[in-house]
């Protein structure tokens, strides 16, 4: 084939054009091997390029199965095209359901479906929906995996399919929620530290380098169900997101991802808000991307409203990753004082700890203000919230045997002082009390009338009762 009948070929901009295109060619014999696979790569790239023109799917960002299912609907089209008819079924299932659960539906027939007899008889076996669902069996449900096996001729070990159900994608999305609720229900409703390796293994997906994509699908499904329901995203909470996770994509503005992270593991969840992302997935495309192209183009300010309410530097998390450009600079991290005072509360309650809607919380809140402001440290009243104050008790958990004596962990974030702090006072409660009662004789006696941050002294360290106790006991010469 010469270069000027492939650069036609490649320039051809319509299926009616290309089929009047094939059949001079053909009238002038030269149909060879070689202008007819030509002419089929440019059917493939007019389905391609419809697909994602009427589905919004897309086509560069698929999974294995997902690719090859493109390719079907590519060949499928562009032969449908040059019969002069147009595959609005086909595209209208993929819009509304996502590629995979398309072909769950499509396979799992009494009878192949047209698609299936138009690419046999083109000699595209091999591109049907039937053959992708055997050779990517980890992307479907038994049920299609049997029919499948059916159609192409192939035995069955059961003489019956097996029961209806969802698409691997809704079961592996069910079994996800129901673990990370799990997870908070053992850690009264915070999710502990967990990578995305973990989390695959709970979906039977224990190769990421095989199923990172699948996974990661899944895991944009449940965020977008977390958007819908006005929650922080659940895939925030894992160590570290997807690395194409929370792209810019020509926006102008960006995911505050250290604040989505934040709030993700911040939040106290409950049973009833997993119980409610579930619901929303299950009404949701196999293909996260789907939903979020529409979303953005959409409701582009709703999604960004959502995003960015994160951006709030009482959710940053301690030692995590600087805030975004723009963002409000974030609170130092916990002074011994303040953690003596939140062990103090910790160990009076250990066994039944007060909420963050507690007067108990409340009032160490309201005083790690005051405190913070004596020691030069707190610029606004919110400087230690009552979230705040709670999560810094659940980190000692981690370190309280009677608490990880069954096999909880605790909270495994935080400061590395909290541990020091643990050893320190945890054994010795008498000493404990006198301390904390000091610092706030000491802070509210210096309320008003000084300032007892001090200079940055190198030379001078603060002893192991804190840096108010240190400065205090400067002060007064002892």
Same mark, same amino acid.
């Given at each position: ?125 091999? =591109?049907?929906?039937? @053959? ?43 079994? =996800? ?115 979020? &192209? ?13 995003? /960015? ?35 103090? /509360? ?16 409340? +009032? ?5 203000? &005051? ?10 009243? #919110? ?20 608490? #990880? ?61 804190? @840096? ?6 400067? +002060?007064?010469?002892?």
């Amino acid at each position: 084939m010469d270069d000027r009948l492939k650069q036609r070929i490649e320039r051809t901009s319509s299926w009616e054009d290309l089929r009047q295109l094939e059949s001079n060619i053909e009238q002038r014999g030269g149909l060879s091997e070689q202008v007819v696979k030509a002419i089929q790569d440019r059917a493939t790239e007019l389905g391609l390029a419809l697909i994602a023109e009427k589905t919004g799917i897309d086509v560069d960002d698929l999974t294995p199965a997902e690719r090859k299912i493109v390719q079907a609907i590519g060949e499928y089209v562009g032969i449908m095209r040059k019969q002069g008819r147009y595959p609005g079924r086909t595209l209208g299932q993929v819009r509304n359901r996502g590629l995979i659960d398309a072909a769950e539906d499509a396979v799992c027939r009494a009878t192949p479906t047209q698609g299936f007899q138009v690419l046999a008889e083109a000699d595209l076996e091999d =591109l049907s929906y039937e @053959r992708i669902v055997l050779d990517h069996q980890d992307e479907f449900s038994a049920r299609a995996i049997w029919f499948s096996r059916r159609t192409l001729g192939l035995e069955n070990p059961m003489e019956k399919p097996p029961a209806a159900t969802h698409s691997d994608v809704q079961s592996r999305t069910s079994a =996800l929620l129901l673990w990370l609720k799990d997870q908070a229900a053992e850690n009264d409703g915070y999710l502990p530290s967990f990578t995305n390796a973990e989390a695959a293994q709970i979906m039977s997906m224990g190769d990421m380098q095989r199923y990172g994509q699948v996974h990661g699908n899944i895991q944009s499904r449940i965020d977008f169900a977390c958007y819908l329901c006005d929650l922080p995203p659940l895939g925030c909470a894992a160590d570290a997101p997807f690395s194409r996770a929370w792209a810019q994509q020509g926006r102008d503005w960006e995911y505050h991802v250290t604040g989505m992270q934040a709030a993700a593991r911040g939040r106290q969840w409950s049973s009833t808000e997993f119980d409610q992302i579930l619901r929303e997935t299950e009404r949701l495309p196999g293909q996260a991307h789907i939903s979020w &192209k529409s979303a953005l183009a959409d409701a582009e300010q709703r999604v960004k409203a959502w995003a /960015l309410k994160f951006a709030d530097e009482r959710l940053l998390p301690e030692g995590g990753d600087a805030p975004a450009a723009g963002s409000p600079k974030r609170n130092p991290t916990w002074t011994r004082d303040e953690l003596i005072l939140a062990l103090h /509360l910790y160990l009076k309650h250990r066994d039944h700890i007060p909420g963050t809607d507690s007067a108990e919380v409340a +009032d160490l809140s309201n005083f790690l203000n &005051k405190m913070g402001r004596v020691l030069g440290l707190a610029e606004a009243d #919110t400087y230690r919230n009552a979230n705040g104050v709670y999560m810094k008790m659940m980190n000692f958990r981690r370190f309280d045997p009677q608490y #990880t004596k069954d096999g909880k962990t605790g909270l495994t974030r935080g400061n590395k002082d909290e541990e020091v702090v643990w050893i320190e006072f945890s054994q010795d409660l008498d000493r404990l009390d006198w301390v904390c009662a000091a610092i706030r004789k000491a802070v509210d006696e210096h309320a008003e009338d000084h300032d007892l941050g001090g200079p940055e002294e190198p030379e001078i360290c603060d002893a192991a009762e804190g @840096r108010v106790l240190t400065q205090y006991c400067s +002060d007064c010469g002892i």
